[in-house]
T-cell receptor, first 114, second 114 residues
Framework: DADVTQTPRNRITKTGKRIMLECSQT?????MYWYRQDPGLGLRLIYY???????NKGEISDGYSVSRQAQAKFSLSLESAIPNQTALYFC?????????????FGPGTRLTVL | QKEVEQNSGPLSVPEGAIASLNCTYS??????FFWYRQYSGKSPELIMS????GDKEDGRFTAQLNKASQYVSLLIRDSQPSDSATYLC??????????????FGQGTTLQVKP
């Protein structure tokens, strides 16, 4: 079984709908991250969590919210989806070593907002 | 100014040649550097990390770091068609304070031609 799983893998929705993307991990890492990837813009950090009670905004958090239900689960919500949120979304886990984390990515969710 | 810069490519090399991928970064306090490989439509996969000036070798891959020049590179020896992918450079932010955050470059697309 994969260490980091994301559901759904693909989703098409309409403008204004609420969407939840889920991430689960069996790696035992405390830190979890949500990124989005757009062509030409690379990976951008949306939210990150160092433990269940510690959630932080990334560089592009507007329009998104997150929930860390347990060490192993980190969900991303789009409260009212809009077309420019169409992107590839990745969850990642992180293990701390020294000054930084080494991050491992899930398979991604391709979201299309019509 | 982008914090992590890569030439988007594509970089085209013949099979068996050395591919050289370059990355520059702006945060002088950065301590940790990573190279990820991403096949089209797939998630980023960690292939190398480097923390100290100099070279680090792992099989056909060599990462090179020069903190004074704020430059990190990845060499792929004996390039194979299966190495054709986008290579992402990632740099930690926050220096010795472990923010857990990485900034990614846009990636360089490598094409290895048989």
């Amino acid at each position: 079984d994969a260490d980091v799983t994301q559901t759904p893998r693909n989703r098409i929705t309409k403008t204004g709908k609420r969407i939840m993307l889920e991430c689960s991990q069996t790696k035992g890492h405390d830190r979890m991250y949500w990124y989005r990837q757009d062509p030409g813009l690379g990976l951008r950090l949306i939210y990150y969590s160092f433990d269940v009670k510690d959630i932080n905004k990334g560089e592009i958090s507007d329009g998104y919210s997150v929930s860390r239900q347990a060490q192993a689960k980190f969900s991303l919500s789009l409260e009212s989806a809009i077309p420019n949120q169409t992107a590839l979304y990745f969850c990642a886990t992180g293990i701390t070593w020294g000054y930084t984390d080494t991050q491992y990515f899930g398979p991604g969710t391709r979201l299309t907002v019509l | 100014q982008k914090e992590v810069e890569q030439n988007s490519g594509p970089l085209s090399v013949p099979e068996g040649a050395i591919a050289s991928l370059n990355c520059t970064y702006s945060d002088r306090g950065s301590q940790s550097f990573f190279w990820y490989r991403q096949y089209s439509g797939k998630s980023p996969e960690l292939i190398m990390s480097i923390y100290s000036n100099g070279d680090k070798e792992d099989g056909r891959f060599t990462a090179q770091l020069n903190k004074a020049s704020q430059y990190v590179s990845l060499l792929i020896r004996d390039s194979q068609p299966s190495d054709s992918a986008t290579y992402l450079c990632a740099v930690n932010v926050g220096g010795s304070s472990n923010t857990g955050k990485l900034i990614f470059g846009q990636g360089t697309t490598l094409q290895v031609k048989p």
